[in-house]
């Protein structure tokens, strides 16, 4: 157990379907990541909130909309997805400082990770 | 862009070797490095972390080296187990970015 949580494990989902992938830290951080791992590719970062602020969103498609209502949770929507969306989504998260460099210094924790199927 | 390659991509060797996984990157600004190890079909679970003024970490078995000015880390693995079985891989932190090698797989054999 890494301290955090992700829900579900996995997830078959139909273009035309709206669902969430649910994030969940309880290590007392305040910076949360989502990535994807797809097969035979490095690790994509694909969202980053620092205090419950979006601090880069890294040329993501719209049809994933990520919110981050505290800093405990993290959720991303899923809305139209197409079939080279499945992968695996990585929730992360770790304690910023303050400071100028607040991301330094800090080890990154990972969930299990949520499996995406779209057929 | 930062660019982190990891040499070789996958390693088999007998229990009981001493082995070296490679990490490279392209841009020594990094406040940090990460070493993860990512067993099949699960999450990432942080090994060791070096920082940019640091020039090794040790952790048990494991031992990581920063070069940075070189671009380079190394992850020592002394008297492997076939527990050790695992994808490994490296990350380098440049402010909020997190960036990732593809991994080396690595199998110990008994």
């Known amino acids: 157990e890494t301290g955090v949580t992700q829900t579900p494990r996995h997830l078959v989902m139909g273009m035309t379907n709206k669902k969430s992938l649910k994030c969940e830290q309880h290590?007392?951080?305040?910076?949360m990541y989502w990535y994807k791992q797809s097969a035979k590719k490095p690790l994509e970062l694909m969202f980053v909130y620092s205090l419950e602020e979006r601090v880069e969103n890294n040329s993501v498609p719209s049809r994933f909309s990520p919110e981050c209502p505290n800093s405990s949770h993290l959720f991303l929507h899923l809305h139209t997805l197409q079939p080279e969306d499945s992968a695996l989504y990585l929730c992360?998260?770790?304690?910023?400082?303050?400071?100028?460099?607040?991301?330094?210094?800090?080890?990154?924790?990972f969930g299990e990770g949520s499996w995406l199927t779209v057929v | 862009k930062q660019e982190v390659t990891q040499i070789p991509a996958a390693l088999s060797v007998p229990e009981g070797e001493n082995l070296v996984l490679n990490c490279s990157f392209t841009d020594s600004a990094i406040y940090n490095l990460q070493w993860f190890r990512q067993d099949p079909g699960k999450g990432l679970t942080s090994l060791l972390l070096?920082?940019?003024?640091?020039r090794e970490q040790t952790s048990g078995r494991l031992n990581a080296s920063l070069d940075k000015s070189s671009g380079r880390s190394t992850l020592y693995i002394a008297a492997s187990q076939p527990g050790d079985s695992a994808t490994y891989l490296c990350a380098v932190r440049s402010g909020s970015r997190l960036t990732f090698g593809e991994g080396t797989q690595l199998t110990v054999n008994p």
């Open positions: 992360a998260s770790s304690r910023n400082h303050q400071g100028n460099s607040p991301f330094s210094g800090n080890t990154i924790y």
């Open positions: 290590l007392g951080h305040n910076a």
């Open positions: 070096i920082q940019s003024s640091q």
